[in-house]
């Protein structure tokens, strides 16, 4: 045990010293993600929030046909401005986006209208732009309230009631619950946390094979009476160790910075209190192993600091693949599904700020099987140290 | 003590050491010399067990390198050839780093440390990081760290690489010291002046084969030249390695 300890020492207090590491592990990793996820909510929360509020600007040809439409738009704080001269230069105008939609009224509305003839009122939009989609779902709301109430007006006048036209009254009771609807928001959260622990370790995984073999000290440190499994475990143990370091750092960071973020005026309320935060820490903690195993073991296959750097990379995309598939294909948490590293603390994660209560089994199995694959890594990495060729 | 018997090593199609054999005996300075790519240094490679040799075997102080590799590498002190430091460390904590990792008792880590320090002269920059340091200041510590657990047999492949002159005298002497201390030094290098000056004996290599072994002396008589250098060129031909 004492080389393990030696070389992890050497490793801890070397990689304390390098500015690079310390930059990445300390500083890029745990307050970078946090910070960027809260600046991008705000703004998103902001526009969204301030849209409901702000009046529609609404292009409407041929508005002099029907003015008792037009003032009801009015009433329902929609602006009506001036339309392009006709329907092609209309449709001209949304395709290249200078109108995200435009309203025509046709001459033939009045005399419809009059005659209780549905009378058409076209809605021009392009449905691929999302800005568009918004403004247009507005606009089309205020028109169905208008078509509505002049139905039940009609019927009141012919003495029918106007309940006849609902025979069914949809309810819809929503059971989300405040903390579950920001897990839909906060569940990239896991993504950011595996992605700050995984650049925590980064350096010291790329400096403890790719780096000694470049600078001339790893010959030297082959000749030494020691195991090469136990120097490549000491390496190991130390990007654990800032990758660890890195994770609590971004647990707290992002602790600090989701007291700035608005997401109570979404009717969100992120369990994601100190206790939380430490459970997530003990959730997360095993992935060290896997990342730092992983990370030292595509290190080890390349030839420079560079080329090591450019695979590494790679690597931090690595848990992202897990948690995209299952949240494309909506999958629950099961038993199976704990087994597979990133993706078990993910869904765990997601699970706790739900508030839902941890199942202690799927807990075990997560830490349990990503161990496994962490010291199956580690093991890999022990038999990669052993071949003649890692000297290059 | 170091003994090498018949020993070849191929790297795919490359021969670089095609059955050599030699003794390096306690109390003695050989040198390995030899032109570039003549196998040299996957010689000392094998021996200091970084390298598995294809046929034959070697042996420091009877401990076979391949089967007990663990036991040889206790017994040496090595210099690899571009022997690289930690910049971020001391030179006294590489040396340090290097004697934890010889499994040297803790409470005798600063002691020998120190006198490998002050042995090798390097006390001046002895707590600065090596960060930036010359390349003799780096020679000096890469050496400091082989010479840390006072090991009976050091292989130190051209130590002399990139040392100015009173440099190299300095390690000239050290090695004289160890050679009076009863070590086993085995070093190779390219200078024939070199070897001149420091071996008792010499072995020539020259494209994977040993050309000649004998004393500088012997080496002379045999060739049936005065001067080494030509001798050595005569050897070199000898085996078709020019």
């Given at each position: 045990?004492?080389?393990?300890?030696?070389?992890?020492?050497?490793?801890?207090?070397?990689?304390?010293?390098?500015?690079?590491?310390?930059?990445?592990?300390?500083?890029?990793?745990?307050?970078?993600?946090?910070?960027?996820?809260?600046?991008?909510?705000?703004?998103?929360?902001?526009?969204?929030?301030?849209?409901?509020?702000?009046?529609l600007d609404l292009p409407v040809l041929g508005r002099d046909?029907?003015?008792?439409?037009?003032?009801?738009?009015?009433?329902?704080?929609?602006?009506?401005?001036?339309?392009?001269?006709?329907?092609?230069?209309?449709?001209?105008?949304?395709?290249?986006?200078?109108?995200?939609?435009?309203?025509?009224?046709?001459?033939?509305?009045?005399?419809?209208?009059?005659?209780?003839?549905?009378?058409?009122?076209?809605?021009?939009?392009?449905?691929?732009?999302?800005?568009?989609?918004?403004?247009?779902?507005?606009?089309?709301?205020?028109?169905?309230?208008?078509?509505?109430?002049?139905?039940?007006?009609?019927?009141?006048?012919?003495?029918?009631?106007?309940?006849?036209?609902?025979?069914?009254?949809?309810?819809?009771?929503?059971?989300?619950?405040?903390?579950?609807?920001?897990?839909?928001?906060?569940?990239?959260?896991?993504?950011?946390?595996?992605?700050?622990?995984?650049?925590?370790?980064?350096?010291?995984?790329?400096?403890?094979?790719?780096?000694?073999?470049?600078?001339?000290?790893?010959?030297?440190?082959?000749?030494?009476?020691?195991?090469?499994?136990?120097?490549?475990?000491?390496?190991?143990?130390?990007?654990?160790?800032?990758?660890?370091?890195?994770?609590?750092?971004?647990?707290?960071?992002?602790?600090?910075?989701?007291?700035?973020?608005?997401?109570?005026?979404?009717?969100?309320?992120?369990?994601?209190?100190?206790?939380?935060?430490?459970?997530?820490?003990?959730?997360?903690?095993?992935?060290?192993?896997?990342?730092?195993?992983?990370?030292?073991?595509?290190?080890?296959?390349?030839?420079?600091?560079?080329?090591?750097?450019?695979?590494?990379?790679?690597?931090?995309?690595?848990?992202?693949?897990?948690?995209?598939?299952?949240?494309?294909?909506?999958?629950?948490?099961?038993?199976?599904?704990?087994?597979?590293?990133?993706?078990?603390?993910?869904?765990?994660?997601?699970?706790?700020?739900?508030?839902?209560?941890?199942?202690?089994?799927?807990?075990?199995?997560?830490?349990?099987?990503?161990?496994?694959?962490?010291?199956?890594?580690?093991?890999?990495?022990?038999?990669?140290?052993?071949?003649?060729?890692?000297?290059? | 003590?170091?003994?090498?018997?018949?020993?070849?090593?191929?790297?795919?199609?490359?021969?670089?050491?095609?059955?050599?054999?030699?003794?390096?005996?306690?109390?003695?300075?050989?040198?390995?010399?030899?032109?570039?790519?003549?196998?040299?240094?996957?010689?000392?490679?094998?021996?200091?067990?970084?390298?598995?040799?294809?046929?034959?075997?070697?042996?420091?102080?009877?401990?076979?390198?391949?089967?007990?590799?663990?036991?040889?590498?206790?017994?040496?002190?090595?210099?690899?050839?571009?022997?690289?430091?930690?910049?971020?460390?001391?030179?006294?904590?590489?040396?340090?780093?290097?004697?934890?990792?010889?499994?040297?008792?803790?409470?005798?880590?600063?002691?020998?440390?120190?006198?490998?320090?002050?042995?090798?002269?390097?006390?001046?920059?002895?707590?600065?990081?090596?960060?930036?340091?010359?390349?003799?200041q780096r020679t000096k510590v890469s050496l400091a760290r082989?010479?840390?657990?006072?090991?009976?047999?050091?292989?130190?492949?051209?130590?002399?690489?990139?040392?100015?002159?009173?440099?190299?005298?300095?390690?000239?002497?050290?090695?004289?010291?160890?050679?009076?201390?009863?070590?086993?030094?085995?070093?190779?290098?390219?200078?024939?002046?070199?070897?001149?000056?420091?071996?008792?004996?010499?072995?020539?290599?020259?494209?994977?084969?040993?050309?000649?072994?004998?004393?500088?002396?012997?080496?002379?008589?045999?060739?049936?030249?005065?001067?080494?250098?030509?001798?050595?060129?005569?050897?070199?031909?000898?085996?078709?390695?020019?």
């Amino acid at each position: 045990m004492m080389p393990i300890r030696a070389v992890f020492q050497k490793e801890v207090i070397d990689n304390f010293r390098d500015r690079r590491t310390l930059l990445s592990a300390l500083l890029m990793g745990p307050l970078f993600g946090p910070i960027l996820f809260a600046f991008v909510i705000n703004l998103s929360l902001k526009q969204s929030l301030s849209n409901i509020d702000e009046a529609l600007d609404l292009p409407v040809l041929g508005r002099d046909n029907a003015p008792n439409l037009i003032a009801y738009l009015e009433s329902r704080n929609i602006n009506i401005i001036d339309a392009p001269e006709s329907r092609d230069a209309a449709m001209g105008a949304v395709k290249s986006g200078r109108h995200d939609i435009v309203v025509i009224v046709p001459a033939t509305f009045g005399e419809d209208f009059s005659a209780t003839v549905p009378a058409t009122v076209e809605v021009i939009s392009d449905q691929s732009s999302t800005t568009a989609e918004r403004e247009s779902r507005r606009a089309l709301r205020a028109l169905a309230a208008y078509n509505a109430e002049l139905a039940s007006m009609r019927l009141s006048l012919r003495g029918v009631s106007p309940a006849i036209m609902r025979p069914l009254n949809i309810d819809v009771v929503d059971v989300s619950t405040p903390s579950g609807r920001s897990a839909m928001l906060l569940g990239m959260l896991s993504y950011f946390f595996l992605f700050a622990l995984l650049t925590g370790g980064m350096n010291l995984a790329i400096d403890a094979t790719a780096g000694e073999r470049e600078r001339g000290s790893l010959e030297p440190l082959l000749s030494l009476p020691v195991k090469r499994d136990q120097l490549i475990f000491g390496k190991i143990f130390a990007a654990c160790l800032f990758m660890t370091l890195s994770l609590s750092l971004s647990l707290t960071s992002f602790f600090v910075t989701l007291k700035f973020v608005p997401l109570q005026e979404l009717g969100m309320t992120p369990n994601f209190g100190p206790d939380v935060v430490v459970i997530a820490f003990l959730l997360l903690a095993p992935f060290t192993l896997v990342g730092a195993s992983l990370m030292t073991l595509v290190a080890s296959f390349t030839r420079s600091y560079k080329e090591a750097q450019t695979w590494v990379s790679v690597v931090l995309l690595a848990p992202t693949l897990p948690i995209l598939i299952v949240s494309i294909l909506q999958v629950r948490a099961s038993t199976e599904l704990m087994f597979i590293p990133s993706l078990s603390q993910h869904l765990l994660l997601v699970g706790l700020i739900k508030n839902e209560p941890l199942n202690l089994l799927h807990v075990l199995v997560s830490v349990a099987g990503t161990l496994l694959v962490g010291g199956l890594l580690t093991w890999l990495c022990a038999r990669l140290y052993r071949r003649e060729g890692l000297l290059g | 003590m170091i003994l090498v018997n018949e020993l070849c090593k191929s790297f795919g199609e490359v021969t670089a050491v095609d059955g050599v054999s030699f003794e390096a005996r306690d109390g003695r300075i050989t040198g390995l010399l030899g032109p570039n790519g003549a196998g040299k240094s996957t010689t000392l490679r094998v021996l200091y067990t970084v390298l598995k040799p294809d046929s034959g075997t070697a042996s420091i102080d009877g401990v076979d390198v391949v089967t007990n590799s663990l036991e040889a590498r206790r017994r040496i002190g090595t210099l690899p050839h571009g022997s690289g430091l930690y910049p971020h460390l001391t030179a006294r904590e590489n040396i340090a780093y290097y004697a934890r990792l010889y499994g040297m008792d803790c409470d005798a880590i600063d002691g020998a440390v120190q006198t490998v320090i002050e042995q090798l002269d390097i006390d001046e920059f002895a707590d600065r990081k090596t960060k930036g340091f010359s390349q003799g200041q780096r020679t000096k510590v890469s050496l400091a760290r082989a010479l840390v657990h006072r090991p009976q047999n050091l292989l130190l492949d051209e130590p002399s690489n990139g040392l100015d002159v009173m440099a190299t005298r300095a390690l000239r002497d050290l090695i004289r010291q160890l050679k009076l201390a009863g070590r086993c030094v085995l070093f190779s290098s390219h200078v024939m002046q070199e070897v001149a000056a420091l071996c008792d004996e010499i072995v020539i290599i020259a494209a994977g084969k040993v050309a000649l072994h004998d004393t500088p002396d012997g080496i002379r008589n045999s060739m049936g030249c005065e001067d080494l250098e030509e001798a050595f060129v005569k050897a070199i031909a000898s085996v078709g390695g020019l």
